[in-house]
């Protein structure tokens, strides 16, 4: 059974740094095809992907915030991490790390992530000067 | 890479079909076949209903059905029941390992 559970602060002041752990169980990391999200839900926004990692250390961020996301992974400890730099009130979220499924072609050749089979509660997020 | 586009709201009486748009570009939706869509109660995790445009995960009921034209996905929900109160999101591959997510759609049972 695979779950995922995040953790971090409640409570940022802006232009701080957020750190955000995402601790996973039922999967590893090490594995081929094998890979974390990061997807954030301001209130009453929509859903926000973020970032993912993969088993083999690609890295991938959302255009519109890849200058301030970094993602790494410890597969040794079963942890993602994601920071995000110079928070602001607009990054008042909650914070949902998830598992993808790898998607195949006709060929059975894998072809990159395909959809989030498995997600986190959810971690909230203010910040707030 | 702009959201999906949904709308805001749907509704339906108990026993009836609804359908949710999602509406993409060439750049996502109609360059892959990696439309998800998750049933999201709020204060709980978002769930997987539909991956690779019309594939139900295991225990996912048949009622949920998904189907995609052009740049546009669908979701279409069969024998409305209370418990499928819930917001709805659509997310396509888009490409280089990124995905992005819809505007989400809220379907009211009547």
């Known amino acids: 059974q695979i779950t995922l559970k995040e953790s971090g602060p409640t409570l940022m002041k802006p232009t701080q740094t957020l750190t955000l752990t995402c601790t996973f169980s039922g999967f590893s990391l090490s594995i081929s095809g094998v890979g974390v999200g990061w997807i954030r839900q301001p209130p009453g926004k929509a859903l926000e992907w973020l970032a993912l990692?993969?088993?083999?250390?690609?890295?991938r961020y959302s255009p519109s915030l890849k200058s301030r996301l970094t993602i790494t992974k410890d597969a040794s400890k079963n942890q993602v991490v994601l920071t995000v730099t110079n928070v602001d009130p607009v990054d008042t979220a909650t914070y949902f790390c998830?598992?993808?499924?790898?998607?195949?072609?006709?060929?059975?050749?894998?072809?990159?992530?395909?959809?989030?089979?498995?997600w986190g509660q959810g971690t909230m997020v203010t910040v707030s000067s | 890479q702009s959201a999906l586009t949904q709308p805001a709201s749907v509704s339906g009486s108990p026993g009836q079909s609804i359908t949710l748009s999602c509406s993409g570009t060439s750049s996502d939706i109609g360059s892959y076949n990696r439309v998800s869509w998750y049933q999201h109660h709020p204060g709980k995790a978002p769930k997987l209903m539909i991956h690779e445009g019309n594939k139900r995960p295991s225990g996912v009921s048949n009622r949920f059905s998904g189907s995609k034209s052009g740049n546009t996905a669908s979701l279409t929900i069969s024998g409305l029941q209370a418990e499928d109160e819930a917001d709805y999101y659509c997310?396509?591959?888009?490409?280089?390992?990124?995905?992005?997510f819809g505007t989400g759609t809220k379907v009211t049972v009547l």
């Open positions: 997310c396509s591959y888009a490409g280089s390992n990124t995905f992005v």
């Open positions: 998830a598992h993808y499924t790898p998607f195949f072609d006709r060929g059975g050749y894998y072809r990159g992530p395909n959809a989030f089979d498995v």
């Open positions: 990692i993969h088993w083999d250390d690609d890295k």
